[in-house]
């Protein structure tokens, strides 16, 4: 008759150790759903920082020298790509229907000098995805939620015997978007049904 008072203890204890775990799994939702880090490697750590070197060159009086001192030079600094004149008269003249006559003027000067025109193309990205919300439904598969945020500069350096000519930029400052995956079977459904919203664009 001794063995039901201990059953009944073990089986309390059971019951509030799932209580507790619940609850952990809760609090710490941030910390044990997996995130995701994304850099395209280089000097600089945000997209102001980026926008900032860029607005020092002067087209017509920026150096290449100049421009490596910066940061923007492909053979040390990571993703710069340098693109040939023909590479440059593909970006700025992508249909037939386009002339050279119709371009800026330091344009149509830097593709005359053919192997002397060159850019740089510079691309610099930061992501970082990071999943949240309660962490049973997310590893059961009932719920899934994902944040992703981030920057990404674009820019591009046209350089005619060696001083830059021409230049342009672009990218997002912030990109925002958010996630949310529901599966009412869980693991025993494959169809998804659900939504998500990219901020950039409101």
């Not at 997209?47 to 070197?53: H, L, R, V």
């Not at 459904?189 to 939504?195: A, L």
Request: proline share 6%.
């Amino acid at each position: 008759m001794h063995p039901r008072p201990k059953t009944h203890y073990l089986k309390s204890l059971l019951i509030l150790g799932g209580c507790l775990l619940i609850l952990t799994l809760s609090a710490c939702s941030s910390i044990l759903l997996p995130s995701k880090i994304t850099v395209a490697q280089s000097p600089w750590q945000s997209f102001d920082e980026a926008k900032t070197s860029f607005d020092r060159i002067i087209p017509g009086k920026t150096s290449v020298q100049e421009l490596e001192k910066m940061g923007f030079d492909p053979f040390k600094t990571p993703n710069i790509k340098r693109l040939t004149y023909l590479e440059v008269i593909e970006r700025f003249m992508p249909h037939q229907s386009m002339q050279v006559n119709d371009l800026d003027k330091p344009l149509q000067v830097c593709i005359s000098a053919r192997k002397n025109c060159y850019a740089y193309q510079i691309s610099p990205v930061v992501s970082h995805e990071q999943r949240y919300g309660n962490v049973m439904l997310d590893v059961f598969n009932f719920r899934r939620r994902n944040r992703k945020e981030g920057w990404r500069f674009m820019a591009l350096i046209v350089v005619n015997n060696d001083k830059v000519a021409y230049k342009l930029w672009g990218g997002e400052p912030h990109t925002l978007v958010l996630e949310d995956h529901k599966k009412p079977l869980g693991p025993f459904q494959d169809i998804k049904s659900g939504f998500s919203i990219n901020l950039n664009s409101m």
